[in-house]
Every structure is written in C-alpha cells, then in structure tokens.
C-alpha cells in the first residue's frame, strides 16, 4: 500500500472547485486510469505503471517525483490515492512550458537548436535517455530545418495532451456502454460483482480489438485496426489482450544528432568481428570483446554489418548487429551486470552512449536471427572450388580463391591485412573445433608466407591449396565453407561480418578479443537477452491471466517480447501474429502456442521490419490456451532449445 511521508497527497487537502470541476476531475481521474488499469478496484502495482498512469493523466512526473511518491515502503497505490496524486500534480500550463523554454533561448528569437535542447535535457536536472530525447525532436520539428519554434511545440504538447484526453473519455464512454449489455440486477448497483456477460451477445470485431488493445502512449498510434465488421456469435467472448506498435521505415533512421561532440578528438579503437549460424543446430557463434578502461569516461560504442572486399555493397535488409555491455566483476564472463543496450540506430550502425567507471567491461554482440537463419536447401547451382591446369595439377578456381580472400578477411579482426595466432586459433577453432598448439603454429610458419610473425593473404590461401592437393579433401573444403557461412554457390548465407568501435573521451580505451563464443556461450548469451527484455522492456497488463506478465521492448529497428510465469503451473499461451504487416521474426511463425514452466522466462519472439523502406505494424495478441495441462511437470520453458549440433570436420590434416 502507497504511504505518503507528507501530507501532500491527502485528500483533505485538496483544493476546492466547483461541482462542475470536481466532476470533470473525477472522470478525468477515471478515464485515464481506465485506459491502462481494467479495474479501478485494481491498485497499481510499479512505479514503472504509475508513471504510465500519470503520463496518460496528461502529467509528465520526473523520476525525482515518482521516486517520492513510490518509497522503498510502497507495495501499491489505490484508485483512491492516484486520484489525489493528480489533484496536486498539476500539468504544466501554456504560460509554464514558454517560460521553461525562453530561459534555454539565449538570443531571444523564438528558436532553440536540436543540440542545445539535446544539451540541456539529458545533463541538466532529470536527465532524459537519447532515446526520449529522439522522440521529442522528431515529433516537434515538424519542418526538419533543424531548429525548434518552441511556441509551436508548446501548443502541440498541449494540443497532445488534449487528444489522450479525448481518446481516454472516448474508451470510458465505450467500456461503460458495453457494461450496459450486462443483465441488470441489485448486485450491479453499489460497486457488487457484477453479473457475466450476457450468454448470446454479439460483439463487432472492431469492438472486440478496440476493447483488448493494451494502449502504450509511447509506442501505440490511434489508428484504424486491420480488422473487418464481421460479427462475432460465440457464447462467450474471451477477452484476449493485444499490442499493436506502428513503426516507421527503419532506412529512415538516419541522424548524426546523437553523436557526441567532438567525438573526432576522443580516444578510439575499432575490431571486427562475424556472426557465424551453424546450420544444424540454429546456434549462432560470435566474437567476444574486453573493453578496459583505467579511468571513468563518456563512452561512445557503435556495431553495424561492413561489405567484403568481393562484395558489392551491404543488402538491403542488412542483418541486424546489436550489442550488450556488461560490467565484469570478476574474470568470469558468468558473473557480469548488465550496463546496456545499443537501442539507437543511425542507418545500419546500433550505438550506446553513456559514462562508464574505470574498470573491465565485456561487449558481448548478438543478432536476433530475423535475418540470419538456417537455409532451407542448397541452391540448384555449385560453384567448382578445383580445376586442372595445363599441366593437370590440380588448382583453385578464380571464385574459390576469391572465396578465400574473403574468409582472410573475415578472420582478421585488427585490420592489419595479416592473420596472427590468436585470429588464426579463432578460424580454427569455428571449422575444426579446435585451438592452435604451438606444433601447428610452427608448422604454418615454416610452410605458409608470413610477415612479422603473423600469417599474410597469400599464406592463408597457399595453405588452403596444399589441403586441395591432398587426395579426396573436396569434402573437406566444403566442410570448411559450410562452417565459414558459405553455402555451395559461395554465397555468404549463414554469417555477417560486423565492425564494432569504441571511443572514449577521457581515458585511452583498450579493446581486445575475449573469446569466440559457442555452446556455454550461446545460452548464457540467451539469457542475457531475456534478462535485457524483462528490465528495459514495457510490461503489459494482460486480463485473464494472473500472475503472468508480458514484457515488450522496442528500440529503432527491432521489437522483442517476453512472457514471465510467477505461478507453480505450466501455463498454455496462445500467440496471434496474424494481422502483423510487412514484418519478418525469428520464429518464422505467425500463430503458435508456447508452454511456461513455473517461475520461469520465454522469450516469444524477435521482429524486425521485412522490407526496410516501407512501414511496418506489429500486432500480437496473447490469450489463455485452455487445451494444455496446467501441471507442475513439463520441459523446462525454453525458446531456444535446438537440435544436436553436427560434429565438424578437420580442415587442415597437415596438422
């Protein structure tokens, strides 16, 4: 139960109005609190819920303000208790927000640039993440000419205000007029329990979507659903629960306003790195980084997909390279804090900004397999990797060397243009499984071309045409190909070479290899991406199914949700993804039903737009699977459980 440490939020404090404002206020408090909560009976239960329940009110709450609100003592805030919160937290008024303004407005000329509101709303008072800020930028700079008439933005925020006003009456209006439908009886009067639904009513599906849709003033658009007026005749409506988010073409993102200033003259490092999807298992194995630094600083961390050397330009609907930061506190990666998330998007490039204290930190890269996945079949055609020459020795082809020159490249990870051990155990480890003793190692430098030690382009292809030269190792080189990403016409299907960066403002960063993650690695990678969803995500209040919380995350470019089981049983969920538009998952599935184990964590799914030059709208409805046996027993949930992966072959027998 909320307590207040003062006598603010009392209700014999409140100021006096007239009937008629006291009525206004009360639907006010009413509506607004309708449009999250299913119940004024229902007490809001986060602080994370009451900031949405103020925002929908029309107030903007600093953390400093929910903070004091929300103590260390507070379990839930009543219907009762929200309504005096908004008697005492004003909203700003036309006169309140120019004023604000006009002190950031130096040169008194009615405009504030996008840097010097950037500036002052994310170091200035209750810092605002990039992410808020963005939004506030792209909705009032209506012109895109850079700069910020504030006297119009003033009027769009409270013209803004006005509409989630308007559109919270319009659904207490709706939801009263459906409770009309109910059968009247004494227990309906007095705030009893109500009566079930009348047994034959008929709903439109229209009503039906506009009455389970959980409203997100951040993400959820009022629009028209992709519904028809078809008529619903069951005897009983189920009440199921929705997300609809429109989003823009993410090709479209594309600004340099979050760039740090000055960011030329900071301390930077770069390395690349590759996505690699083994096709038998569906697991994805990636370079892993140590980032250190011997003093606090600004950090800026970019990741984003680069073409290779033969390749004419990055696809269209380019994989998606993303990228956690974790805090180590000691030199194991299993025990790390999870700092963030590369959520903005510039282009094909995810980036992070923040500052970080002095000390070890691993950046663990991940993609959500929209976009890569396990290839269906081989293609029709193959590519010759051998051919004879005149004097019937046997040769690379042009497209295998070419193949090859890529791979090279893949592989070297400092961009010097040579291969040292470590890069060199990193490719043998991915098509062999396993590492470079130094016997090998000797070996390639007493046959191979080397420069300073370390193994050159030609060495590594002069290495790969002694293998050819062995007797029946065309299997292997496919081998190796197939473990590389390559498919049988050396198209790089199944891999997605990426480049990550770091600078640092204040200190000389240093950026290392930590490891190239498989097996262990790629679960624990999994749970830190559920562990990611479940802190930066939005939960939604689902109805009809208690103790079961749904968390949808968004950044520019993907969406992911996962479903948390709080209950002792295993749980059906049904999965609606029908009416999504334009949008590609890593499931590859529209309608599907998931089984939560008991206090357990699935993920339902990645989405990312399919075609990044058009719009996309994502459209999820979650409902109770009644068919499934609700007991303690079962698998443990797992979205990511995969077949047994393949064993791999030896690629080079010369060791």
Not at 135 to 162: Q, W
Not at 362 to 381: A, M, N, Q, V, Y
Not at 433 to 439: H, I, L, Y
Not at 534 to 542: F, W, Y
């Amino acid at each position: 139960m909320f307590r207040s440490q003062s006598s603010v939020y009392n209700i014999s404090n409140k100021q006096h109005h007239s009937d008629a404002d006291e009525e206004l206020f009360k639907s006010e408090c009413e509506a607004a609190y309708l449009s999250v909560i299913d119940s004024t009976k229902i007490p809001i239960d986060s602080k994370k819920l009451l900031k949405r329940v103020l925002q929908q009110a029309g107030r903007n709450p600093s953390e400093k303000q929910i903070s004091k609100i929300w103590t260390s003592k507070t379990d839930t805030v009543t219907y009762a208790e929200y309504c005096d919160i908004l008697n005492e937290m004003k909203s700003p008024s036309r006169d309140d927000l120019l004023s604000a303004f006009k002190k950031i407005d130096s040169n008194r000329d009615g405009f504030i640039s996008h840097s010097e509101l950037h500036e002052v709303l994310t170091s200035q008072g209750e810092k605002m993440t990039e992410m808020e800020v963005r939004k506030i930028i792209d909705d009032a700079d209506v012109n895109r000419d850079g700069k910020l008439d504030y006297e119009e933005f003033c009027t769009l925020m409270l013209s803004t205000s006005h509409r989630c006003q308007q559109a919270n009456f319009k659904q207490l209006k709706q939801k009263k007029a459906d409770s009309n439908l109910r059968p009247i009886s004494a227990s309906s009067f007095g705030g009893g329990r109500r009566t079930p639904r009348a047994a034959q009513r008929t709903l439109s599906m229209e009503t039906y979507e506009k009455e389970n849709t959980v409203s997100s003033k951040k993400e959820v658009k009022s629009s028209s659903h992709p519904s028809s007026a078809r008529k619903s005749s069951t005897p009983e409506v189920k009440l199921d629960n929705a997300v609809e988010i429109r989003m823009a073409a993410p090709l479209d993102k594309k600004s340099n306003l979050f760039i740090p200033k000055g960011l030329k003259n900071w301390n930077r490092l770069k390395t690349k790195g590759c996505f690699y999807l083994d096709n038998d298992d569906g697991k994805v194995q990636c370079h892993e980084y140590s980032l250190v630094l011997s003093s606090a600083s600004k950090v800026w961390l970019t990741i984003k997909p680069y073409s290779l050397s033969t390749s004419r330009e990055i696809p269209r609907n380019p994989v998606d390279t993303c990228m956690m930061i974790l805090r180590r506190s000691t030199m194991s990666s299993e025990n790390t804090e999870l700092i963030g998330l590369t959520d903005l998007r510039n282009n094909t490039q995810y980036c992070w900004k923040g500052d970080l204290r002095a000390g070890s930190y691993i950046l663990l890269p991940f993609t959500s397999g929209c976009r890569l996945f396990r290839r269906r079949k081989e293609p029709d055609e193959e590519i010759p990797l051998l051919r004879k020459d005149h004097n019937d020795e046997v040769q690379l082809s042009r497209a295998f060397r070419e193949t090859l020159s890529d791979m090279f490249e893949m592989c070297d990870l400092d961009g010097n243009g040579l291969l040292n051990r470590e890069e060199f155990n990193c490719f043998q480890i991915l098509t062999t499984d396993e590492k470079v003793d130094d016997e090998a190692w000797q070996i390639v430098q007493d046959n191979f071309e080397m420069k300073k030690g370390e193994l050159t382009r030609e060495g590594f292809i002069q290495l790969h045409l002694m293998q050819a030269r062995d007797v029946d190792v065309n299997e292997d080189l496919l081998d190796t190909l197939m473990c590389m990403g390559y498919n049988k016409a050396l198209d790089l299907d199944q891999a997605c070479p990426f480049e990550v960066e770091a600078h640092a403002a204040d200190c000389q960063p240093h950026l290392s290899l930590l490891t190239l993650g498989m097996g262990n690695e790629y679960t624990h990678t999994q749970k830190l991406i559920l562990q990611s969803i479940l802190q930066q995500g939005e939960k939604q209040t689902l109805k009809n199914l208690q103790d079961i919380n749904w968390y949808v995350y968004k950044n520019d470019g993907r969406i992911s949700s996962v479903l948390e089981n709080n209950s002792s049983s295993t749980v059906g969920i049904d999965i609606d993804c029908s009416k999504m538009r334009n949008c590609t998952t890593t499931k590859r599935k529209q309608n599907y039903t998931l089984q939560l184990v008991p206090r357990s964590a699935m993920l339902v799914d990645h989405i990312m737009a399919e075609d990044e030059r058009q719009e996309w709208l994502f459209y999820c409805i979650i409902s109770n699977h009644r068919d499934i046996a609700t007991t303690s027993s079962g698998a443990r949930a797992s979205s990511f459980t995969r077949p047994k992966s393949a064993t791999k072959k030896n690629s080079f027998s010369l060791f």
